[in-house]
């Protein structure tokens, strides 16, 4: 697997000097993409430890090979963005670590979907960054209560996570500054009702791309849930696949990474290119679609 390629998981950040530094703790440049992809399988397990890579210019993937965790540092701060599940989080903890970053050094922390396997580790994260979290007025409940919302086509088939406090609220639309970066949050209910998209700019020298994060968006619910059912939710749903269509977008990245073949397109050296968010969001219609019409032949 990364054996070769791993640097230590867990080991400590060099110096405080360093908290800004792209290099890893072990004083070596960060995975390429492709490197990272050699250690991974499509659809792998949501824990399985994956070392951090660079994605681009301030843009880091520190997840796990089934689960993405995105971090945007700088030695001004850093923004964290979903955390895998509370297992997950040590790795992305580690993660971060041996990038040479320090998880104290993350202002933000905010969300793709409101579920166990990207926000079960907020708790975990909250304790040992003190950032403030940042979440959708829906996921806000669910972050603060620990349990999902009863419009979620999941609700009844996760246990509940560990309650955090959210400090702020952001809609659909508005952005996030951190300082040094702004994040605009995409309202994209559907796979959850709170679920988000990020979108931000990212430079690795004069090479600038849009990056897109765009939430799963896949029509899985429990047996006895329908789409059609609540008022209003298909039309939202509709309107988030249109508001990822319509997304500056020269980079997608999602919280599944197969979900957008991020593997293989990872394996290629770059994540850019091959798929784009309209194709994304296309596809992801054509799913709705044929749980449409399944659900009207029921
Ligand atoms: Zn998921």
Redesign the pocket.
């Known amino acids: 697997m990364f054996d070769k390629l791993l640097a230590p998981i867990g080991a400590i950040a060099l110096t405080a000097c360093a908290t800004g530094s792209a290099q890893t703790a072990t004083g070596g440049q960060p995975l390429t993409a492709a490197e990272w992809a050699e250690g991974c399988e499509p659809w792998d397990e949501w824990d399985k430890p994956a070392p951090p890579f660079k994605i681009h210019g301030d843009t880091y993937y520190v997840g796990t090979c089934g689960?993405a965790a995105i971090l945007v540092a700088d030695r001004r701060g850093h923004f964290l963005i979903d955390s895998g599940t509370e297992a997950g989080a040590e790795i992305v903890l580690a993660n971060i670590r041996s990038l040479g970053f320090d998880p104290k050094d993350i202002r933000f922390i905010s969300h793709s979907?409101e579920?166990y396997?990207?926000v079960g580790g907020f708790a975990v994260l909250a304790e040992e960054t003190g950032a403030q979290i940042v979440a959708s007025p829906i996921a806000k409940e669910v972050l603060e209560s620990g349990v999902l919302n009863e419009a979620d086509p999941q609700f009844g088939m996760h246990d509940p996570m560990k309650p955090v406090t959210v400090a702020r609220i952001i809609e659909d639309r508005e952005q996030l500054d951190i300082g040094w970066k702004t994040f605009t949050a995409i309202g994209t209910p559907g796979?959850s009702p709170g679920a988000l998209s990020w979108q931000w700019k990212s430079c690795e020298e004069k090479d600038c791309l849009s990056i897109v994060y765009a939430d799963?968006l896949s029509p899985v619910s429990r047996d006895d849930f329908l789409f059609s059912d609540p008022p209003g939710y298909v039309a939202a749903y509709r309107t988030s696949l249109l508001r990822i269509a319509h997304a500056e977008c020269d980079m997608l990245l999602t919280?599944?990474p197969s979900a957008s073949q991020m593997l293989k397109r990872a394996a290629s050296g770059s994540l850019k290119g091959w798929l784009s968010c309209k194709d994304y969001a296309a596809r992801v219609s054509e799913r709705l679609d044929q749980r449409m019409l399944q659900e009207s032949a029921r």
Do not use: E, R, Y
């Open positions: 689960i979907h579920h396997d990207h796979h799963s919280p599944h």
